[in-house]
């Protein structure tokens, strides 16, 4: 009887034990500060969440140089399917700390990278400057014309382009 009486006991104490353990873990966490709280709304509000649709860089493709990977334009100054200068080469490896020289423009896969990086950030500045995301054609007027291109009366040409080329004649681009 005495074994039992012992064997209650501790089963008892451990069960007490476990009690005290779930309640001390799951107890009332002190909530954050005001400050903190702010930050993270902060934070949370700059975050804007923007994609490249790949329909697009084709499209891109497309209008730049039917899709030659090895096209040269510009006076030499445009290089590769999607004819980047290096300015634009720069300014990627500027905003993602990457190292590419403008004869990676001659690689499709390269800069294709490159142009979604670069487009995604005119994107970010155009949000922040205008309060919505851009639609398709004000991000061909980016790549064609720079963070304002969007602004600027010389890439009507290029949106007039890409109007006749692929919208009239509803070019389905498959690549």
């Not at 064997?7 to 009690?19: D, E, H, N, R």
């Not at 096209?71 to 445009?78: E, F, L, Q, T, Y």
């Not at 999607?82 to 990676?104: A, F």
């Not at 790549?143 to 692929?166: A, F, V």
């Amino acid at each position: 009887m005495k074994t039992l009486n012992t064997l209650l006991i501790t089963l008892y104490v451990t069960m007490l034990l476990f009690v005290f353990f779930v309640i001390s873990r799951t107890a009332s966490k002190p909530t954050p500060k005001k400050v903190e709280i702010s930050q993270i709304e902060f934070c949370v509000s700059q975050r804007v969440f923007i994609t490249i649709n790949d329909d697009l860089l084709t499209k891109i493709a497309w209008l730049e140089s039917k899709f030659d990977q090895f096209a040269v334009g510009d006076n030499g100054k445009a290089k590769g399917m999607y004819q980047l200068w290096n300015t634009y080469i720069q300014e990627h490896n500027r905003l993602y700390g990457t190292n590419y020289v403008h004869d990676d423009a001659f690689c499709p896969y390269t800069s294709r990278h490159i142009v979604k990086g670069v487009l995604v950030a005119m994107a970010k500045n155009f949000y922040k400057n205008e309060g919505r995301i851009p639609n398709e054609v004000e991000l061909l007027a980016m790549h064609n014309g720079g963070y304002r291109g969007y602004k600027k009366n010389t890439s009507l040409t290029y949106i007039q382009r890409y109007y006749d080329e692929i919208e009239t004649k509803k070019l389905h681009l498959v690549k």
